[in-house]
Nanobody, 124 residues
């Protein structure tokens, strides 16, 4: 049984930082890319960042480039999202997802397992 469990969300002031974690179990973590997405009520789930199986390649949405950093610890089956210089428009539920392959693109169809999400709220 595959499980992805996010943690680290909460309330933060604009300009602040938050670090999200996602622990994975029940899948070949070290063989898969891992991604982060976010969703606000009434809108589609949007791509945020992805990291390939080894951690050597990352890709970001333009809206977060230079502010967010995705990383992974394959020894602990965990992926992280460091979020700096947060803006109110970053407020959303953040989801981690496992890619179908060792490297995955930003489209949702490239991901097969999803966590339950963690809320990040940025106050102005």
């Amino acid at each position: 049984q595959v499980q992805l469990v996010e943690s680290g969300g909460g309330l933060v002031q604009a300009g602040g930082s938050v670090r999200l974690s996602c622990g994975a179990s029940g899948l070949a973590f070290t063989s898969r890319a891992m991604g982060w997405f976010r969703q606000v009520p009434g809108k589609e789930r949007d791509f945020v960042a992805v990291i390939n199986w080894s951690g050597g390649t990352t890709y970001y949405a333009d809206s977060v480039k230079g502010r967010f950093t995705i990383s992974r610890d394959n020894a602990k089956n965990t992926v992280f999202l460091q979020m700096n210089s947060l803006k109110p428009e970053d407020t959303a539920v953040y989801y981690c997802a496992s890619g179908k392959g060792a490297s995955s693109g930003p489209a949702r169809y490239n991901y097969d397992y999803w966590g339950q999400g963690t809320q990040v709220t940025v106050s102005s």
